[in-house]
């Protein structure tokens, strides 16, 4: 018999030599019904291979990453049968899973594929799916795999064997076709219910402009029609909800060839919500105890050798200019400069926790590939901060950092939400980890205490922390259920030694305080970004660039209206008139597309009885209400941020 250990702690004996869906099926049939593939010992395995030993045992399902990337890359391989069939003597290069589906790099000699062959090739794969085919593991020696891939003629599979070595080779076939794979599979094919081929592409083979261009097909997968058809709605939202659409849409935001790729201009209407997001951060950040500071938007090049970023992240930075024979950078970060701040003037343990905030403007080198829309640019704006603490001080500020993420995914309806919890590998201490095993311990479990008892969800990744401490990436999704990485929070305690931070503790002695980096609000460039796609532009009233339009049904009632638009502003609404001569219809009409909140319509009735016919965005007319009234509601809505 062997010992087989379940996720929750739970051990139970097995015959040795049983499956995972052996185990499965032990446990329920339900449960074997779903699962695609299992974790064993920390390794994605098949569902028939046999474990010989007592072994950590997870069932993956489609709600586990590994269970989907299982799914996607089996799927690869029905689009490659169904290639196969239709393009016979096609060669396959390699066909991965990807975060959202699959894709396959083929070359198909002198044929070509076109969007029509999409459609044709999915009713194949469906075909082919139907059968319930098993995707069958056999390992093979190394020679017999050349022997393989050289009589079916496939030298993209016979380079991938060059660099394989014997004993560790395995085919996997399903239906009338084989690859050369480490798998793992999914049981069979008729796993796989829906599927959507969305794209073509040519790739060139290893990624190198030398050589010859491949087809590439997307598609995705997934184990029901239904969650098929929520997938193509999300795509067709967030299609209407891309924020470079809206963004131009709405004024707020633009981008100029002299000006240079990756450098936003925000118009007046982005100002605006900038200018929001500030005054949010800086009321929320002056009511936890930070202190607000500006730093400069270069500094010399010693500051980055100090701080690590040169020479190894040279690439991300723009290249220096020269000044008096120093070498100047544009800032990548505001950390080294806050740390100058903390340490102009001593510190004594009364000081502590030491907390600066800025909206700093940092200036990366992204790839020009990479460049996109609001998402990745070349010059943002970050909502940062830097708390310097001691050991001692330092759950109770992590834990007062989370809970102001919090307060902001309840403002702005942020409903789901995952902080990664990244932590050190013990065998790389030294190498990609700062040689502290104490401090990691320590901070590890203090961070992972601290996110127990906030109750946010969280997932821990070994081995992926910073060099220089645990790190808590934080993501979340959109209304249209899109995922952002919104921000990062980290602890930090190589910066302070390389820097030679120190305050005087209470026994009078120097010490070396830890840093926590964090964003909550990520950069202006992605969370405006995000919140466009979020609120599909239809920003609530304390955000949106103008808050209320007077609409008057003649010219007539002008004098009305521009009483009211002097008490609006009065009250510090954002208010406009439409004095086009246009009927009151078009004005209505052309307010909503601006996706204003509330319209007030002006006519005789209003005029004599000073009051304003109110017209709420997505609701439309909602009543008349005296012009006093209108105006308290509104300063209402604005100060609580709903
Ligand atoms: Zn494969
Ligand atoms: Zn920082």
Known sequence: MMKISFPD????????????????????????????????????????????????????TWDDADGKNTFWHSSAHLMAEAVESLFPGVKFWVGPALDKGFYYDMDLGDKKMNEEDLLILEKKMNEL???????????????????????????????????????????YSQGGFTDLCRGPHIPHTGFIKAIKLTSIAGAYWKGDEKNKQLTRVYGVTFP??????????????????????????????????????????????????????????KRTEEDAGYKRVVTPHIAKENLY?????????????????????TKYYLKAMNCPHHHKIFDAEPKSYKDLPYRLAEYGTCYRYEQSGELFGLMRVRCLHMNDAHIYCSKEQFAQEFKAVNDMYLKYFKIFGIEKYVMRLSLHDPEK?????????????ETE???????????????????????????IDVQIWSTIGREFTLATNQVDFAQPRSFNLSFTNQNNEPEIPLIIHRA??????????????????????????????????????????????????????????????????????DTELLKVPYMLVIGEKEVNEDKVAVRKQGKGDVGTLATDEFIAAAVEEIKERK
């Open 445 to 471: 479990e203090l961070v992972r205490n601290v996110l127990i008892e906030t109750g946010v969800p969280f997932v821990e990744v070994k081995g992926e922390g910073a060099f220089y401490g645990p790190k």
């Open 129 to 171: 799916a139907r059968k319930n085919n098993p995707y069958q593991r056999q390992e093979i020696s190394k020679a017999d795999a050349v022997n393989y891939f050289s009589n079916k003629g496939d030298e993209y599979k016979l380079d991938l064997l060059q660099n394989l070595q014997d004993g560790g080779i395995t085919l």
């Open 9 to 60: 702690g739970a051990t139970r004996d097995y015959e040795n030599g049983s499956s995972a869906l052996d185990i499965a099926k032990s446990i329920s049939e339900g449960l074997a019904r779903k699962v695609l593939a299992a974790n064993v010992n920390g390794q994605v395995w098949e569902l028939s291979r046999p474990i010989n030993d007592d072994a950590t045992l997870k069932l993956l």
């Open 520 to 589: 909550p609000l990520g950069t202006h460039e992605r969370f405006i970004g995000f919140l466009l796609e979020h609120y599909a532009g239809k920003f609530p009233l304390w955000l949106a660039p103008v808050q209320v339009k007077i609409l008057p049904i003649s010219d007539k009632f002008m004098d009305y209206s521009k009483t009211l638009l002097g008490k609006l502003k009065n009250a510090d609404i954002r208010a406009e008139i439409d004095d086009r001569s246009e009927k009151i219809g078009k004005k209505i009409r």
């Open 305 to 325: 050798i100090t701080s690590g970023h040169l020479p190894y992240y040279a690439d991300s930075m723009f290249p220096p200019m020269e000044l008096d024979g």
């Open 224 to 281: 029901s029609q239904k969650e098929l058809d929520e997938y193509l709605l999300m795509l067709e939202e967030a299609k209407k909800r891309d924020h470079r659409k809206l963004g131009k849409e709405l004024g707020i935001y633009t981008m100029n060839d002299d000006i240079g790729p990756g450098l936003i201009l925000w118009m007046p209407n982005g100002t605006i919500i900038i200018e929001e997001l500030e005054k949010l951060a």
């Open 429 to 441: 201490l030294g190498q990609k980890y700062v040689n502290e095993p104490e401090l990691w311990k």
